[in-house]
């Protein structure tokens, strides 16, 4: 059973050399979270007390403007940053298709960096072992499966990493936006993977700027303002909240559905 349970969580990031006020100055003008100052370290609060509670089932838009603390709550939901206070109790598998490509070596073979990947991803080594070849074929790699990786075209390691990373089924699903590899074929091939994967996860948190992405897939939503929840409840109204126009579609229920 999947769910997430954040309690006025926190993160700041201190940045020790913000001497003159001219710096702090900038980052006041700059960043979407919010500047605190206390002497010589500037700190910017990318989330302040944000309080979530998410259980099977639950399909989560999160919506912001650029610096609004998206990404810094998607970290903190993958494990990837502790809260600085407050607390974050997430209860089942993650996966982040936030950095598809982390922990793959150019210098490794595919079949390596699957096992690699494969590893850092949950799966034990003889899983990993045993799927390559199901991975490679997805990845349409063909013969360079035992070249170094640094011999492949861009197009080549985005595909492997996107069918290794998308290899497991996760109880919690974290994407930023939705993930578009490959040329119009392996493009249609990925995205139905996806929401094969969408449709299988227990939690599903997708940040975007899309609304169709987010009508298709969310049920509820919440506007990020500053490090903060400005609002959250149904996805349509979280999409006007933001200022963005509700498309005209229809709502594909199948992947929306849930485990
Ligand atoms: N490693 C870091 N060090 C210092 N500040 C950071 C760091 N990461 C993020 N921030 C700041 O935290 C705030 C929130 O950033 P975050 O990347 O979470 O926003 P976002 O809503 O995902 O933005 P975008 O839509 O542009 O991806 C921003 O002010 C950003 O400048």
Redesign the pocket.
Known sequence: MASIILENACVE?P?YNARGRSIRRNLMA????SVAADGDVVS?N??KNVNLRLTNGDRLGLL????????????VLSGAYEPSSGSAEIQGAVSSLLDITMGMDPEMSGAENIVLRGAIIGMTIPEARERIPEIAEFAEIGDFLDLPMRTYSSGMNMRLAFAISTAIRPDILLM?ELISVGDAAFASKARQRVQELIASAGILVL?S?DPKSLLEYCTRGIV?EH?QIAFDGPIEEAIVRHGMEIPEMKKETSAVSGA
Not at 64 to 73: E, P, R
């Open positions: 990031f940045i700059r960043v979407g979270g910017v990318a989330l912001g403007h650029n610096g609004a603390g998206k990404s810094t709550l998607l970290r930023d940040a700027h990020m490090g």
